[in-house]
């Protein structure tokens, strides 16, 4: 290459760099705490700093959907302060991401901790959660489906298996018909599939569609770091990933390698062209690890 040549090369590379800093893709670096927004009569979402957060204003006080990366307790607490006096009871964990559970520990020991079996089993893994901490893990988990309180207060927890994690709970409001999905369906967009906490991309698609098929009355879906959307999009989601893993599979079984695996899903087809695919390299190593198995 001519010294011309080299110099252009740098140019077009230096653009390119401060083109993606100008313009951050569909992940921005996560901003901090947001002000509460109404979603629904009681039912509120503190989004920023890590996943939304719900806040439900119960009878006896306040219900917590997740609480952000830690060093979050105080400014979630001041966006409940704008809407109630009460309390905050009890605190409700999606799963065992810090971004979903980094401020446990900012509220006090007495509040209530609920999370899935699996999510329990891997905070209990986390530095975060040892010695004093170990305090803020979860107090009470299900397996599969738990109720919390009652009349129009009631909460229902649903598990339905692997996906993002091994414990990804998915938390409805049945009286306000709305639902917190967490990271199951945390974008509209290729997810994270994390394999060190018992996630899977093969088991994906069917927990998000026996979700779909189970739960019933939610009009509306909190995600777990977007903003609300209609239960048809939720339902769609699993249809979305349905095709991503079956392409994935089918690229496994051709014997494609796993660049090829990832530009097969690199460009959804129409019906799913709102869907970001950013993490398509990373969903084909996760499957072709687990087909490999
Ligand atoms: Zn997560």
Redesign the pocket.
Known sequence: MSRQGILSAIVVVGLAVAGVAAQPPQRPRIPPTGAIKHVRDNLYVIPGAG?NTTVFVAQGGVVLVDTKLPNNGEPILKQVRTVTDKPVTMIINT?S?P??IGSNAEFPATVDIIAQDNTKANMEKMDAFKGDKAQFLPKRTFKDKMTLLSGADQIDLYYFGPG??SGDALIVFPALRVMHA??LF?WKALP?M?RNNGGSGIAYPETLQKAAGAIKNVDSVIP?HSPVMPWSTFVEYGQFMQWAVDTVKQAARDGKTEADAAAAIKTPPDRFKDYTTERAAANVTAIYGEVKK
């Open positions: 996943g799963h991401h971004d979903h993002h994690t967490g990271d945390a994270i994390d777990g």
